[in-house]
């Protein structure tokens, strides 16, 4: 069982800056994307950014170049850089992986998500 443990979420004004992070119990490396979700009240989960094994890194349009994902392999920790926060940020972030079992059947794993709020 893999866990997942997000910190980093905070009351930010908007315009603030976050950097939230996610420690894992297993090696990075094992997973095939480590991703950044969100969840605002009374909507869906949305994908926010996404970053595979290889490095290759995705973004939901609004979050576009005010938000970047990396990951520590050393540290088996996965981060999300938030710039330029706006009122819409706020949501619940949760960390995610997904990869794939020896025996060929996939696996995700969810943390319990880090509260982000942007008001002023």
């Known amino acids: 069982q893999v866990q997942l443990v997000e910190s980093g979420g905070a009351l930010v004004q908007p315009g603030g800056s976050l950097r939230l992070s996610c420690v894992t119990t297993?090696?990075?490396?094992?997973?095939?994307?480590m991703n950044w979700y969100r969840q605002a009240p009374g909507k869906e989960r949305d994908l926010v950014a996404a970053i595979s094994v290889h490095g290759n890194t995705n973004y939901a349009d609004s979050v576009k170049g005010r938000f970047t994902i990396s990951r520590d392999n050393a540290k088996n920790s996965l981060y999300l850089q938030m710039i330029n926060l706006k009122p819409e940020d706020t949501a619940v972030y949760y960390c995610n992986v997904k990869g794939v079992q020896v025996s060929g059947r996939p696996y995700e794993y969810w943390g319990r998500g880090t509260q982000v709020t942007v008001s002023s």
């Open positions: 297993e090696r990075i490396l094992s997973f095939n994307t």
